[in-house]
């Protein structure tokens, strides 16, 4: 079974910096992409980062490109998000998923993990 499990949320001043980690595991399809969504209180959820499975793709929402860099250590089976000059607006609760693109389409989700920006 997939399992996707975020870490390295917490509380930052505005203009500071955090990394997500995802940490992937039984995956046994190839390729994929890897997403950050988050979702602010009142507000639906937002698609921030994917990644390929290679790595060697990258694609960034308007609002964190920039700022925000998405990354992978295939040996480590993790995705990372650095997240820098991180604004009050950028607070949410961060989901990573897996997208499985080959012989059918099904997303796996990890259970979040909180950024909070303010001073």
């Known amino acids: 079974q997939v399992h996707v499990v975020e870490s390295g949320g917490g509380l930052v001043q505005p203009g500071g910096s955090l990394r997500l980690s995802c940490a992937e595991s039984?995956?046994?399809?190839?390729?994929?992409?890897t997403n950050w969504y988050r979702q602010a209180p009142g507000k639906e959820r937002e698609l921030v980062a994917t990644i390929s499975s290679s790595g060697r793709s990258t694609n960034y929402a308007d609002s964190v490109t920039g700022r925000f860099t998405i990354s992978r250590d295939n040996a480590k089976n993790t995705v990372y998000l650095q997240m820098n000059s991180l604004k009050p607006e950028d607070t949410a609760v961060y989901y990573c998923n897996v997208q499985r693109v080959v012989l059918f389409r099904a997303d796996y989700w990890g259970q979040g993990t909180q950024v909070t920006v303010s001073s």
């Open positions: 039984g995956i046994t399809f190839d390729p994929y992409f």
